[in-house]
């Protein structure tokens, strides 16, 4: 009888040493988990799509917009007219006198 | 014994009933002095009640009288009110224009109603406010005032009281003049003395503008536009070409010079030359179209710089014969030095030739946008009359004003430097003096750029309250341009001495 008494509780004492370990093991996976997710490389943030250059709002009064569109067209002339477009020729000119 | 014995209590008996006949008396007496007293006081009461009553009533009757007196005095008010509102020329105004005026003091109506029928109507578009400033002046300076037309008195009457009545002491055709200019110079004109006014305005013209023309210095048909612009853009296609050879030329010049070989020196030489007289020929048939183009210079203008322009293509044409016909390495370089000169005085005038066309659609710029600000006034007067409010519009019209002054300054700036530029005989000075020219002018292209932004607002703000108005039609009065001689010597000594008078 005593024998197998002791049988049962070492039994009994084996079982909740297993379920102590099984319970270590679970949380052992779950902070490994844990640890794959965090260290896992983070989606670049897409960056947002360059919006196009919106246009001066026009108020529809003809008069008005002709002046605006005409002061827009000032600053193009000046750009258009401006002699720093030829200074390749000044560089070959200066090369070409060098012969 | 028996007797003495009753006589005894008898007398005691009559003894003490002496000290009750005497309490009787005493309280006798003093009820009776308590009567008269009692009466004293309701005689007393009975008078005081009488003298309030007589008071009240004497305050009623005076209060009757004084209401009496008031009611009559208002309705003679009325009537005199009453009686100038029934004068023709009141009577003809419309209703809403009416129930304005009505609203004025008599006194305030007094010195409108010898106004001539036309000034009253101009006064009776006015809002309240500006209708009390006016009413504020003296007869004579009201009179004086109001013949100049609704929207400009309108623009006047936004001025302070103080500088108001200076203005309303100028004779007619200063005010006449003083009234076409945009709001900035108003401002400016209006903070000094009298007698400077004088001479300041005498510094400005009013001219009316060509209405085929309008601000422009000529007109250039629309075919004609066309054809030149693709004359343009060909010549920048040809110029772009050019560049590229260049390069091209460059480096396998270099090549041959590195490698001693002469003859591909010669070569490459050549056709650099000719590639470097194409650009600068290319350069100069896009500011002649440009030119062409303009409608801010005059023919006179135009074709003193189309003359110029080609008689430097044909100066480079002759230098591209002599390259042409160049066979040694001393005739290339003769030619190179050639080219090279005339590059340099075609460069500068180039520059000058460039700086007079943006110049003048900058100038033109600041013109048409003085107009629409005058258009800006007309159309707010009509809100005013009509009694549509936008809150705040009046601050942002004198932004777009002020905005518009300063470019108009920048760019006199502009054109000083410009003039000293063209005055020179030093080159490193007018490379100098052009340069500062065309950030001036910059400055006075931005200052217009944010006059827009402030314009386009106003346009919708006004758009958005009041759908009728027009900003196509132009009226007589906004068909003005002002010509102003003042130069900024002047100005900076204006200014010395308006420190000066402050001090």
């Known amino acids: 009888m005593k024998k197998t008494r002791k049988k049962l509780k070492m039994k009994l004492r084996m079982k909740k040493k297993m379920k102590l370990k099984k319970l270590n093991f679970s949380v052992l996976i779950m902070l490994v988990m844990v640890l794959i997710v965090s260290c896992a490389p983070k989606p670049t943030p897409v960056p947002p799509a360059e919006e196009p250059e919106v246009e001066a709002p026009v108020t529809g009064e003809a008069s008005v917009d002709e002046v605006a569109a005409d002061i827009s067209d000032a600053a193009d002339t000046d750009e258009e007219l401006d002699t720093s477009e030829l200074d390749d020729v000044d560089s070959i000119l200066a090369e070409i006198e060098n012969i | ?503």
């Open chain 2, 1 to 503: 014994m028996k007797k003495k014995g009753a006589i005894f209590v008898l007398m005691i008996f009559l003894i003490s009933l002496i000290p009750i006949s005497i309490a009787q008396d005493l309280t006798d007496n003093q009820k009776e002095a308590e009567e008269l007293e009692k009466d004293r006081l309701k005689a007393a009461e009975d008078l005081q009640k009488e003298k309030l009553r007589a008071a009240e009533e004497l305050q009623k009757e005076k209060a009757e009288n004084s209401k009496e007196i008031q009611k009559k005095r208002v309705t003679a008010v009325r009537i005199t009110k009453e009686d100038i509102l029934k004068e023709r020329k009141f009577i003809d105004l419309r209703k809403e224009r009416l129930d304005r005026l009505k609203e004025l003091r008599k006194e305030e109506l007094e010195k409108l109603k010898h106004l001539e029928k036309e000034k009253l109507e101009r006064i009776s578009k006015l809002n309240k406010e500006r209708i009390e400033k006016l009413s504020n002046l003296r007869q004579k300076q009201i009179t004086r005032l109001t013949t100049v037309k609704e929207a400009r008195l309108s623009k006047m009457l936004g001025l302070s009281e103080e500088r108001l009545k200076k203005i309303a002491d100028l004779d007619a055709r200063q005010i006449e003049k003083l009234s076409n200019l945009d709001r900035a110079r108003l401002d400016e004109i209006s903070k000094l003395d009298k007698a400077k006014i004088k001479q300041r305005l005498d510094k400005i013209k009013i001219r009316k503008v060509d209405v085929r023309l309008k601000f422009k210095k000529r007109i250039v048909s629309e075919n004609k536009k066309v054809e030149i612009r693709e004359r343009f853009e060909r010549a920048e296609e040809r110029l772009h070409e050019a560049k590229e050879k260049i390069k091209e030329r460059r480096s396998s010049l270099i090549e041959a010079k590195e490698a001693g070989n002469d003859e591909a020196i010669i070569e490459h030489a050549k056709k650099g030359l000719l590639r470097a007289a194409e650009a600068i020929i290319n350069h100069l048939e896009k500011v002649k179209s440009k030119v062409q183009e303009s409608e801010d210079l005059d023919e006179k203008e135009t074709e003193s710089i189309i003359a110029d322009i080609n008689a430097k293509i044909d100066e480079i044409n002759d230098a591209k014969a002599d390259v042409e016909a160049a066979t040694t390495k001393e005739e290339i370089r003769a030619a190179a030095k050639k080219i090279n000169v005339a590059w340099k005085r075609i460069k500068a005038k180039s520059k000058i030739h460039a700086r007079e066309v943006v110049n003048g659609k900058v100038r033109s710029l600041v013109k048409r946008s003085e107009h629409l600000e005058k258009k800006l006034d007309r159309i707010l007067a009509e809100m005013e009359e009509k009694g549509i409010d936008v809150e705040g519009i009046d601050e942002k019209v004198t932004q777009f004003s002020d905005k518009i002054a300063e470019a108009r300054d920048k760019l006199r700036q502009s054109n000083e430097k410009f003039k000293e530029a063209k005055a020179t005989g030093v080159d490193e000075d007018r490379k100098t003096l052009l340069e500062e020219a065309k950030a001036l002018a910059r400055e006075a292209h931005d200052d217009l750029k944010e006059a827009h932004d402030i314009l386009k607002e106003i346009v919708r703000e006004i758009k958005a309250s009041y759908r009728e108005a027009d900003f196509e039609t132009d009226d007589e009065d906004d068909l003005i341009e002002i010509e102003d001689e003042e130069d900024e010597e002047e100005i900076e000594d204006e200014t010395e001495d308006e420190e000066e008078n402050e001090a």
